[in-house]
């Protein structure tokens, strides 16, 4: 035996309250407190093995460290297999590490080097205290954890992070869990003085043992009892005997407690069982060898014993090993090496020989011998959810056979694009952006390469056991091979572009180029460029003029862009970088300047201002006339500027004042916003309060245009509607459309006024006039009604078959039926879902003439003529859509290419957002409820739209995620009445009767027998379900058979 305790495996000196070797040997896990956060970290266990090694200043001895929770660390486990790492802390928090492909680096934050890359996984959220313990199943489908909140809950390893169960029956501090090796029992520890056994199988409780820790006094940190390898004994933490520690055994058979282990002086925190099964000749005159098992226990007098089944007294004991608690022990997969950690933050290492502690027994050998006391376990049927179910129907095992033939079938074809794969990677790395590189120069004369989307490699790594660590496989190689990438150096300026160092040069040098060759120019900002001028306060859209524009820059005026635009300067060879300098603030302000009421100083500047406040008396003056005198002004004032002459421009250089403001000023302020109309005098002496009505809603109408052309129909076989509008003849003008195919003119119609939209479909064409008229033909043009006259203008126009919508610019929707001759929404408004700060964005018509509607807000609405209300389809801001969990549980086909009015509405990223495990951090059983609400509002809305796919996608993922989803929580009698529900529907009434049945055997025009035929397999696949099954496959056959 040797014993060591390396004291570079440390948390800075802060508790480590779990260790864990993993199984391969070559690592293990530390988890406790960290500076400001927990800290789980990941050692090479070759140091402290290997002496050599570990003088080695080139075999690390930091894989990795992982800061994610958010307080302390107080538990990690591997997982059998080695590909997890499990986690859970005061934060309430458990972590699922896994490997990821990424590159290795110092981790951030901190200068350790990592030489592997873990990653989280999946975090589980479900405890509302601090996560004490945890323990993986058997076979890993399983893993266990219990916390402060007096609660062992059940995960499922295989669909993280779906709960099986929710454990309650303790009634203090659960602080330890473990499994049975056969995996038909689960046994925890609490603070309530009890140890308890449940039984896999319905999670219901076997046993409770409460005699060994009556005479317990106070409390340890844990109480982590482990289960023997043979599955013959549990023993557990803090017991008491005759008022002194020891370490209970209870035995399988009766759960039984009349042995246990003594000897030290403080209570008992943990025992770790040996993983191997021994086998020694103990006595030389025995001719068998000795079956038996080796377990070690720490307790709070720092003391470490190491017991063997076969032996009355230890096999050895460490006394005064650490200076505090010790809070975790683990064993190697071999057997031979322990480790043990404190919560003064050291470790210790003990190695054993097998002479010491005798020669493990082989996998199978022990698989064999469990078999043959206990029967089938776990560990050789890997199930999560069906593990201990057998198979009552032939038609259901019959199911399973065919699941497991397509199970095959998707395996070679995935082995066969592997290969295809490697061999393409062998040629060329797959991940290969491009061999060519695009290299233009920016307005200032700098090189600018093309920037190439590099699109994230997959974690092709995770979920695979990570190999053994090797200190000396880390080798490090440069390439001689010189790049293969080709620049391709194109001579073109990048417009828009300048370099940030060049930037502030540029548009410095701009502003004192335009301020030397004309006076400064005012507060406001003249000096930049028209592009990127703001508009001026007030509703003037008038663009301010620069100083290129006339030699007198200062007598510049106000002109109205309608009536005399601006005339452009001729092009200098410093403009022809299109670039938009915006100035910084400090070189739009002026510095204030100072002014004295006795006037002497700047006395010229003092004329300048009465003469502009003259000027502004004059310009109030004239906003208070009357509207027949604002006529009058007009008139002068279109006259003076037909003639050239320019008023003086507000934006002339003034000064700012200090102190009170000007009487003037507030008038000016008070009259700068647009007027809408003037109130009249008081009438008898008496006020009169008048309130602006509310501004109709109008939507955007298309401009008339002289021709413009619109396709019809598929690509393949589509129609040309050619409009050719103000076509004069004489004194009168009229306005032509005309169809074409492939060149040859189908037919012509001629309207009276301007055409401004057309749609049309194989059976119908329409247009749309200025005059508020619509006209429809048919595919031959042939008119098939009268003009139709609407309130206003047409702004949207859509055709489906025969069904015609239109909205107006008065926003009122129309929907008719042109082969019934009928209206299917009469004027309709649209300002019940379009308010004022909202507009119409978007709207389409549906093959059965249901029309959808989406506002700014990204909300989307249609109109139920049968409810005649409006009613909303898709929110892209809905919670429910965000938090929703249901796409594990989507038919196999690719949900993001299904076809429908309602997919058209989502985004890939709305639908494969699947953000639902981190958004959502409430309990499980409240993320399945808004899992289920999302899915039933989907259902509505595709019968709403008269769907048929979408309505069957939908169908099936919400009787797949109650099949796999919601039986495995509490509320299993609620989903299990939803699929009776669904199945009851669709099955209908199974024998004819007398009177006549509401049932309709059609939905969306799909059987509905046919359709539970469909979902029937998605049931079957939870054996827990297998009798529901049963039932309503049996009834379906019947139904067939007759």
């Keep these: 035996m040797r014993l060591l305790k390396p004291g570079w495996v440390t948390h800075d000196g802060k508790p480590i309250f779990s260790i864990d070797i993993h199984p391969d040997g070559s690592r293990f896990a530390t988890g406790g ?74 981790s951030f934050g901190s200068g350790t080097p990592t030489y592997e890359q873990w990653r989280p996984a999946a975090t589980l959220r479900g405890h509302s205290g601090d996560v004490l313990d945890l323990a993986w199943s058997p076979n890993d489908s399983w893993m266990a954890s219990c916390s402060i909140d007096n609660t062992i809950i059940v995960w499922n390893a295989d669909n993280f992070p779906a709960q099986v169960t929710v454990i309650k029956g303790h009634d203090g501090l659960v602080k330890g869990v473990t499994w049975d090796p056969v995996g038909k029992y689960l046994a925890s520890q609490s603070d309530d003085r009890s140890l308890r056994v449940w039984r896999t ?33 549990i023993v557990s933490a803090h017991a008491m005997n005759n008022s002194g520690p020891t370490a209970q055994i209870i035995e399988r058979d009766g759960f039984k407690t009349s042995l246990d282990f003594v000897g030290h002086r403080k209570a008992i925190t943990v025992v770790r069982f040996n993983p191997n099964i021994f086998s020694k000749k103990m006595k030389k005159g025995l001719e068998q060898a000795q079956q038996y098992t080796c377990c070690a226990i720490g307790s709070k007098d720092r003391s470490l014993s190491v017991w063997l089944t076969a032996l009355k007294r230890p096999l050895v004991v460490t006394h005064d090993l650490f200076e505090n608690t010790i809070l975790d022990i683990s064993w190697s997969k071999s057997g031979l090496d322990l480790m043990a950690c404190s919560s003064d933050g050291t470790v210790a290492y003990i190695e054993f020989s097998k002479d010491e502690i005798g020669d493990p027994m082989a996998q199978n050998d022990v698989e064999l011998f469990l078999e ?46 592997c290969s295809h794969s490697r061999m393409s990677d062998s040629q060329g790395s797959p991940f290969k952006p491009t061999d060519k590189q695009i290299e233009t120069k920016t307005a200032d004369g700098r090189r600018r390469i093309t920037p190439i989307f590099l699109a994230p490699q997959l974690d092709v790594n995770v979920g695979e056991a990570p190999l053994p660590f090797k200190s000396q496989g880390i080798n490090f190689t440069t390439t001689k091979a010189t790049s293969k990438i080709v620049v391709e150096k194109q001579d073109i300026v990048t417009k828009g572009i300048v370099s940030p160092s060049s ?189 602006a009505a509310a501004p109709e809603l109008e939507l955007p109408v298309a401009s008339t245009q002289k021709t413009f052309t619109k396709a019809i129909g598929i690509k393949e076989n589509s129609l040309m509607v050619e409009v050719e509008n103000n076509i004069s003849i004489g004194v009168h003008t009229l306005h032509k459309m005309r169809c074409v195919q492939e060149g040859l003119t189908l037919w012509e119609q001629v309207l009276n006024s301007p055409i401004l939209l057309v749609a049309g479909s194989k059976t119908v064409v329409c247009a749309a006039c200025e005059d508020g008229s619509m006209n429809m033909y048919s595919s031959t043009g042939s008119r098939l009604l009268p003009s139709i006259v609407l309130d206003s203008k047409v702004s949207r126009l859509h055709i489906k078959g025969f069904f015609v919508m239109a909205i107006t610019q008065k926003a009122f929707l129309y929907i008719w039926n042109v082969q019934h001759h009928s209206v299917v929404i009469r004027k309709e408004s649209l300002k019940t879902i379009i308010s004022g700060s909202d507009d119409l964005q978007k709207s389409m018509l549906t093959e059965e003439g249901m029309p959808i509607i989406t506002v700014h807000n990204k909300k989307s609405y249609t109109f139920s003529k049968d409810m005649g209300t409006w009613m909303l389809l898709h929110n892209k801001a809905d919670v429910l859509q965000q938090c929703s969990d249901h796409h594990s549980c989507a038919p196999a086909k690719d949900s993001t290419k299904i076809q429908g009015p309602l997919a058209s509405l989502q985004t890939s990223h709305d639908r494969l957002g699947m953000q639902a495990s981190r958004v959502f951090s409430a309990g499980q059983s409240l993320q399945q409820s808004s899992t289920l609400s999302h899915i039933e509002s989907q259902l509505a809305a595709c019968l709403l739209l008269k769907s048929a796919p979408e309505y069957k996608f939908w169908l099936q993922t919400y009787t797949r995620y109650l099949s796999q989803e919601g039986l495995e929580s509490e509320s299993r009698h609620i989903f299990e009445s939803k699929l009776r529900d669904v199945c009851d529907d669709l099955l209908g009434p199974v024998y004819k009767t007398m009177g006549k049945s509401s049932w309709d055997h059609l939905i969306l025009g799909m059987d509905k027998r046919t359709l539970l035929h469909e979902i029937l397999p998605s049931i079957g696949s939870n054996l827990k379900l297998q009798r529901l099954f049963t039932e309503y496959h049996d009834q379906l056959e019947s139904i067939e058979d007759r």
Aim: glycine share 8%; proline share 7%; aromatic share 4%.
């Design 33 to 106: 407190q960290g500076d400001d956060s927990g800290k789980v970290v990941i050692w090479n266990f070759e140091p402290v093995r290997d002496e050599r090694a570990e003088n080695d200043e080139n075999v690390p001895r930091v894989l990795c460290q992982m800061n994610n929770h958010l307080a302390c660390v107080n538990c990690v486990r591997w997982s059998n297999n080695g590909t997890s790492l499990a986690s859970g802390g005061d934060d309430k928090l458990i972590m699922i590490w896994q490997t990821s492909r990424a590159g290795v680096g110092p």
């Design 201 to 233: 199988r319905d999670w219901k409780e076997e046993a409770k043992v409460t005699e060994p820790f009556t005479e317990c006094g106070g409390t340890t940190h844990v109480l982590r009892c482990h289960w023997s390898p043979d599955g013959a004994y």
């Design 372 to 417: 043959n006391i206990y029967g089938k376990c776990m560990t050789k049927n890997k199930s999560s959810t069906n593990g201990t179910q057998v198979i009552e129907s032939a038609a259901l095992l019959k199911l399973q056979q065919q699941k497991g033939e397509e199970m095959q079938t998707k395996l070679s074809e995935s082995e066969d694009r």
């Design 503 to 691: 930037r502030s040069n540029f548009s410095n040098s701009n502003l004192s180029n335009q301020t030397s060759s004309s006076v400064m120019p005012p507060s406001g900002g003249e000096g930049v460029s028209k592009s990127s001028q703001p508009l001026p306060q007030g509703g003037d859209t008038t663009p301010k003029s620069t100083q290129e524009d006339s030699p007198s820059a200062p007598g510049l005026e106000k002109m109205d862009v309608a009536r005399a635009p601006e005339s452009t300067p001729p092009a200098t060879p410093n403009k022809v970088i299109n670039v938009s300098i915006q100035p910084m603030k400090a070189l739009q302000s002026k510095p204030k300047i100072k002014h004295h009421s006795s006037g002497k100083k700047f006395s010229e500047k003092s004329d300048v201002k009465d003469k502009s406040i003259v000027k502004d008396k004059n310009e109030v003056k004239e906003k208070v006339k009357t509207p027949l005198e604002k006529n009058e002004k007009d008139k002068v004032k279109d006259h003076k500027l037909s003639t050239g002459v320019k008023r003086k421009h507000e934006g002339e250089k003034k000064e700012e004042r200090r102190g009170r403001p000007r009487k003037i000023d507030k008038e000016r302020a008070l009259l700068s916003t647009p007027v809408s109309h003037y109130a009249p005098p008081p009438v008898d002496g008496q006020a009169m309060q008048y309130k």
